[in-house]
């Protein structure tokens, strides 16, 4: 008499003693669930996936979590490529850190990319780790700068250009008051 071969895993045919009627056995974490468990794929003979859905879950976690750390690789290796053109071997091409920045910037697709680059990295890292800390401590410290420089305003796509002219009228009076107060600084300096 020949043996009877096992079944296959993730499939229970009926016949199968170790497995009860509407239930199936997971191939990934063996598990035996009810068909709920599984999500339905008319593909397969008994109707459902071979995974149960915590573990699918878990495997598309982990893929996306390998698939944000390669882009988080390849962006890396882009900007040390970018900084290591822009800025060259002599003191004299050194790049002005606005430029630098906006090659940053480039290399990781805008700033919308760069933030979500930021986010991701931030979400891979452990809770209380340093990358978190370095990354909350940057925002903060991007927010002050902002801040402090008038430019918290709303976008430029968002302004009329009523208030893209109200806008660049209140900063070149700040200009202007910080010239003046200068000269005013550099002419006491003089007297003194």
């Known amino acids: 008499m020949a043996k009877k071969k096992p079944p296959a895993p993730g499939f229970a045919p009926d016949d199968n003693p170790d497995v009860p009627e509407g239930m199936?056995?997971?191939?990934?974490?063996?598990?035996?669930?009810?068909?709920?468990?599984?999500?339905?794929?008319?593909?397969k003979p008994d109707g459902h996936r071979y995974n149960c859905k915590r573990c699918r879950a878990t495997t598309k976690a982990?893929?996306?979590?390998?698939?944000?750390?390669?882009?988080?690789?390849?962006?890396?290796?882009?900007?040390?490529?970018?900084?290591?053109?822009?800025?060259?071997?002599?003191?004299?091409?050194?790049?002005?850190?606005?430029?630098?920045?906006?090659?940053l910037v480039d290399v990781f697709g805008g700033p919308e990319m760069l933030a979500q680059h930021c986010m991701g990295t931030y979400l891979v890292s452990k809770p209380g780790s340093p990358a978190r800390q370095k990354i909350l401590s940057m925002i903060m410290q991007m927010a002050v700068k902002v801040t402090d420089s008038g430019a918290a305003s709303m976008p430029l796509d968002l302004m009329t250009d009523e208030d893209i002219e109200n806008e660049l009228n209140k900063r070149m009076e700040r200009q202007v008051e910080e010239k003046i107060k200068l000269r005013i600084a550099d002419a006491e300096e003089k007297t003194a």
């Open 24 to 43: 199936k056995r997971c191939s990934r974490c063996l598990s035996i669930l009810l068909f709920r468990d599984f999500d339905k794929d008319a593909t």
């Open 62 to 103: 982990e893929l996306e979590r390998k698939e944000i750390a390669d882009k988080a690789a390849e962006l890396d290796r882009r900007a040390v490529d970018i900084i290591s053109k822009v800025a060259g071997t002599g003191a004299a091409s050194i790049p002005h850190v606005a430029e630098l920045f906006h090659h």
